[in-house]
């Protein structure tokens, strides 16, 4: 079975500093890869996702995310935050073989002025 | 399209009580999940259909809970009795099948007293 670990439970970035965030999955195959944003109170929104092809993916809200094989890897990166970034943010996996997604822990995001 | 239209927003309840919860997926969608967040345990998902069928109610934590799809743009998610324990945010969310991104709906509130 797939699974996704998110090391970060909680990181803290100054407005206008770059963020990263990391995503680590397990599955034996391709996976399919999302990364999704829940502001506080609200549902989750999809910001990216990876099935194919080029492996740096670029997402609304200015995010990217670069899948790396060779690491297991999905990170999510942003160059310049702005506060309304601050939310709790959730990789997500699927398979070829399943139509369930497994997600990470989740990492909250804090934007200090 | 009107997103994922979850009912009510907020529920609070007496320990005891049946409680329904109920989701509109997006028109078109034919897989649907049911996810409760918690502080303590992340995202979990309880159950998911596909076509009205469900696939996988695994994550359902008790013979008290019970979820059906009547039809492609309906589904509830019943506990019958509630306990505190319950109380959490329910998450309802559809995908146009397997391998595409899930999109969700604000959540329920539940509050179990």
């Known amino acids: 079975a797939q699974s996704v670990t998110q090391p970060d439970i909680h990181i803290t970035v100054s407005e206008g500093a770059s963020l990263e965030l990391r995503c680590n999955y397990s599955?034996?195959?391709?996976?399919?890869l999302f990364w999704y944003v829940q502001s506080p109170g609200q549902g989750l929104q999809l910001l990216l996702k990876?099935?194919?092809?080029?492996?740096l993916v670029q997402g609304i809200k200015g995010f990217e995310a670069e899948f790396k094989r060779s690491q297991s890897s999905f990170n999510l990166r942003k160059p310049s935050v702005h506060w309304s970034d601050a939310a709790e943010y959730f990789c997500?996996?699927?398979?070829?073989?399943?139509?369930?997604?497994?997600f990470g822990a989740g990492t909250t995001v804090t934007v200090r002025a | 399209d009107a997103g994922v239209i979850q009912s009510p927003r907020h529920e609070v309840t007496e320990m005891g009580q049946e409680v329904t919860l109920r989701c509109k997926p997006i028109?078109?969608?034919?897989?649907l999940f049911w996810y409760r967040q918690t502080m303590m345990r992340g995202l979990e998902l309880l159950i998911y259909?596909?076509?009205?069928?469900?696939?996988?109610d695994s994550g359902m934590p008790e013979d008290r809970f019970s979820a059906k799809m009547p039809n492609a743009s309906f589904s509830t998610l019943k506990i019958q009795p509630s306990e505190p324990r319950d109380s959490a945010v329910y998450f309802c969310?559809?995908?146009?099948?397997?391998?595409?991104?899930?999109?969700f709906g604000q959540g329920t509130r539940l509050t179990v007293v």
């Open positions: 990876y099935f194919s092809g080029d492996t």
């Open positions: 997500a996996v699927g398979t070829t073989n399943d139509y369930k997604l497994s």
């Open positions: 969310a559809s995908s146009a099948g397997p391998n595409t991104e899930a999109f």
């Open positions: 028109s078109g969608h034919n897989s």
């Open positions: 259909f596909n076509n009205n069928v469900p696939i996988d």
């Open positions: 599955y034996g195959a391709t996976p399919y």
